[in-house]
């Protein structure tokens, strides 16, 4: 919560607070459109608040891939006003409303409901004593695959470290720093592949290396846009983005980012093909049911296949490799 903001008590909330309220507000701005931000916007909106939502950055939902921000934005933009690219300051509006002053935009609310981000919970742990190098936010330096801080009989886990502030990684990180607590020497431990996902409708999600993290030299990327996609039509959901990202020169898929129906389940699945190495190619002869959503996964592959340099020919359908007669019997 920025200082100057706490003055107007509880008219300005937290994801830590606002359950506590008893009333919702007729009107709310959400400062902050990442995760968080956006899936209690929404949330607000459809139970009938007037919402505002603002954010610094060009995207939401932390979503990095232009494209696929471009499609969310438009998709959420028809339930509630998205201001991108704004800086924020809050002011007096009368005796009880806060008027929200942005780059582009001035409304005057009820509550505002402040998600711009967390920081670790480490006040008064003496962190500072342990002699290891603090980052700018005052976390020691340590190996993600060991949970071990420095060369020290000291292992750090969850959102403590700020690495990957998602529960599931706090697990696994509890997992790791536990069994090398108890072990006469450190273990190192994979990492699992990234998955995250935001629970809006649709879903945004992400699985793999992110598009801002990719190497575009080596790239290839192929798209499929759910206003076309078979079952999202049937459902009357038929909006919204997934771009998966290959390996121009193997063909592996390496991540994906979408904002589209159903893309808790679709990130799951392409996850797990990212852990397991697949190329673009292996994950084509895979079985893809209809009518379903993944069916689009199945058409953003072909689409990346196309431009893949080591490009197999051949069908789909792997070939069985016995003769004709064989066959037939």
């Avoid at 509006?93 to 008027?99: A, F, Q, V």
């Avoid at 290891?132 to 403590?160: C, E, K, W, Y």
Wanted: charged share 20%; net charge negative; aromatic share 6%.
């Amino acid at each position: 919560m920025p200082g100057p903001w706490r003055k107007f008590g509880q008219r300005v909330i937290t994801s830590s607070t606002l359950f506590e309220m008893e009333d919702l507000p007729a009107s709310l701005a959400v400062v902050g459109l990442g995760a968080i931000g956006v899936e209690m916007a929404q949330a607000f909106s459809r139970l009938g608040v007037e919402v505002t939502g603002f954010d610094a950055l060009n995207t939401l939902g932390g979503i990095s891939d232009p494209e696929v921000a471009a499609s969310a934005v438009e998709i959420f933009r028809k339930e509630f006003p998205i201001h991108l690219e704004s800086h924020v300051t809050l002011e007096e509006d009368g005796s009880s409303r806060i008027l929200v002053r942005s780059d582009n935009s001035d409304v005057s609310v009820e509550k505002v409901l402040v998600s711009v981000g967390r920081k670790p919970n480490i006040a008064g742990l003496g962190l500072e004593n342990l002699g290891v190098p603090l980052s700018r936010m005052g976390i020691p330096a340590f190996n993600q695959h060991t949970m071990q801080v420095g060369n020290m009989p000291v292992f750090i886990a969850g959102d403590v470290s700020n690495r990957v502030p998602l529960l599931a990684e706090a697990a696994d990180d509890g997992h790791i720093a536990g069994y090398n607590s108890i072990k006469d020497k450190n273990h190192c431990f994979c990492r699992r592949t990234f998955l995250g996902i935001v629970f809006t409708h649709p879903n945004i999600a992400a699985a793999g290396t992110k598009y801002s993290n990719l190497n575009m030299d080596d790239t290839v990327i192929g798209s499929m846009d759910y206003k076309g996609q078979g079952r999202a039509i049937c459902a009357a959901e038929n909006h919204g983005l997934l771009r998966l990202y290959a390996e121009k020169s193997t063909g592996k898929l390496v991540g994906a980012e979408m904002a589209v129906p159903d893309g808790e389940h679709l990130a799951h699945s392409i996850s797990w093909a990212i852990q397991r190495e697949l190329t673009v190619f292996e994950m084509l002869e895979l079985n893809y049911y209809h009518p379903v959503t993944e069916e689009g996964i199945r058409a953003a592959l072909r689409k990346a296949a196309g431009q893949i340099e080591i490009r197999e020919s051949g069908p789909d359908i792997p070939l069985c490799h016995i003769l004709p007669q064989e066959c037939m019997e």
